[in-house]
Structure formats: structure tokens, C-alpha cells
């Protein structure tokens, strides 16, 4: 019977198509820490610390307990009448925790991690086709941030960074596999949205000015550049870095080329 697991977005798990997320929020943050960890173990004290901030009750042990059986008993539901595996054989006791015993390719984290893993090494080997097909094949698993719908504790909201932080990267990089490509035209709308978003975010920045200058928007792209400035200024005292420094100065003077935009979607 198939499980999905969506973690890339609001919680969803579901088995044979019926979702066993707990409407309660602490055991739907179990839940969420058991599906980023699918085929490790848990171990109780990282539940515990997750649900309670580091401080649990003095009955936090079988409360954790009771949302085990709680959500053993969904499990059971949906299992139910399929013969085969039971709640025990998918949500196991370990010593010392709880391990969901899953196939890697149910979770959606773990199938953008291996798309993500590919389009970077294309980047590498300078194979910009591959890196845009296969960076926008991880991307477009995504449906929101991360674990949108279930309160964060601080582990939690430690994995949901890194993947944000993650997805913000091969976004930037697949942007750059796009410019090289020569699909400047395609991106004004993305990268314009892009930066309304992320205002202090460089990287989107200068490859805006890029898309912008290419496409023979020569003003538009100064403009953006202001932005930034503007921006950066005002909400943390620093200009641009030199590298937007020097793509400015050569949209100024119009004597910057393809190749001399290059540096800018670089790192």
C-alpha cells in the first residue's frame, strides 16, 4: 500500500490515500519530526525537546506515548481490511524512539533532495540544460514552505530553515542555468516577483539587472539596482556588494556585454 509523505508545503501523510494527520497541534508536530526523519529513529528526547520546547511536563514521556497509540490507531484505519502490514509495522518502536519505516522515494523532502544533489552537479560539469530541467523538476515539488501548517519547535523550525534555505539556492541556480541559456526574456516576470519578495536578497537582484539588460531594458535595469541600494541602505546600513557594485557601473556605461554579465549569476 502506498504512503506519501509531503513535507514540502502544509503536512500531508497519507496511507493507501487517507490522511492520518492529527488535527491536534503537538502530535502533528510528532508526526512532522517522524516524516523529515522517515527510516531513522527518533529518539525521545529530540520529540520531547521538539514538543516542548525543552521543557517538558513531568508526564511528557506517556503523553508521547499517547500520541504514538493515537496515531498507530490512524494508521489502523486506513490499513484496514488491506491484509499485510499492520500501524506497528510502519511506526516501530526502537530503543530509545520511534522510527517510520518508509521507502525514500514516499518522501517528497527526500526526492528533492536527490533532484537537487543532480542539478547542482550539472551546474558543475556547466551542463545548463540538464541543471534547469532537473533544478525546476525539484522546485516544482514544492507547495508552500515547509511544514506550513504544523507549529514549529526548535527542531523543527532548525530543518524547515535549512530547506528554505536550500530551495532559495537552487532557485538562484537554476535562474542562472536559465540566463545562460538565453531565456532572459522568460524570467522578467519571475525574477520581478522574486525580488518584490526578497528585497535585500542580491543574488535575485543582479540577475533581474542581467534579464533586464539583455532584453534592451537598459533603464529598468539601473532602476533595480536603486532598489536594492535603496533597500539595503535603509534596513541594514551596507551598499551592494562590490560585484553588484561593478554590474551597475557597466549597465552605466553600456559597455557591458553577455560575457561581462556572466560574474553576476556566479557564487
Not at 508545503?9 to 517522524?34: D, F, N, R, W, Y
Not at 490507531?73 to 516501530?92: P, V
Not at 522546485?139 to 523543527?156: F, H, I, M, S
Not at 537552487?170 to 540566463?179: F, Y
Request: charged share 25%.
Amino acid at each position: 500500500m502506498r504512503t506519501e509523505i509531503r513535507v514540502l508545503g502544509p503536512l500531508e501523510v497519507s496511507v493507501g490515500g487517507e490522511s492520518i494527520v492529527p488535527t491536534a497541534s503537538k502530535p502533528s508536530q510528532l508526526l512532522a519530526m517522524l516524516a523529515l526523519n522517515a527510516g531513522h529513529v527518533v529518539t525521545v528526547s529530540a520529540l520531547t525537546e521538539e514538543i516542548w520546547d525543552c521543557q517538558p511536563p513531568r508526564s511528557g514521556v506517556p503523553t508521547l506515548h499517547t500520541y504514538i497509540l493515537k496515531l498507530r490507531r490512524k494508521l489502523d484505519q486506513a490499513l484496514a481490511g488491506q491484509g499485510g502490514r499492520t500501524s506497528k509495522d510502519i511506526l516501530i518502536t526502537r530503543r530509545g524512539g520511534y522510527l517510520l519505516d518508509v521507502e525514500p522515494g514516499d518522501v517528497d523532502a527526500v526526492r528533492y533532495e536527490q533532484l537537487s544533489t543532480a542539478g547542482r552537479q550539472a551546474v558543475n560539469e556547466g551542463d545548463h540544460e540538464t541543471a534547469s530541467r532537473t533544478l525546476g523538476a525539484a522546485l516544482r515539488l514544492w507547495r508552500g514552505p515547509a511544514l506550513a501548517d504544523v507549529p514549529a519547535g526548535p527542531l523543527l523550525a532548525i530543518e524547515a530553515m535549512r530547506l528554505e534555505e536550500n530551495r532559495l539556492g537552487d532557485l538562484h541556480l537554476r535562474i542562472e542555468a536559465d540566463l545562460r541559456l538565453g531565456r532572459h526574456h522568460q524570467l522578467l516576470g519571475e525574477l520581478a516577483t522574486l525580488c518584490a519578495r526578497h528585497p535585500l536578497l542580491e543574488n535575485f537582484c543582479a540577475q533581474q539587472m542581467v534579464a533586464l539588460y539583455r532584453s534592451g531594458r537598459q533603464s529598468q535595469a539601473l532602476e533595480a539596482y536603486r532598489r536594492l541600494r535603496t533597500d539595503m541602505m535603509d534596513q541594514l546600513a551596507v551598499e551592494p556588494s562590490p560585484r553588484v557594485r561593478s554590474l551597475q557601473r557597466a549597465i552605466l556605461t553600456g559597455h557591458a556585454v553577455m560575457d561581462d554579465l556572466n560574474f553576476a549569476v556566479n557564487g
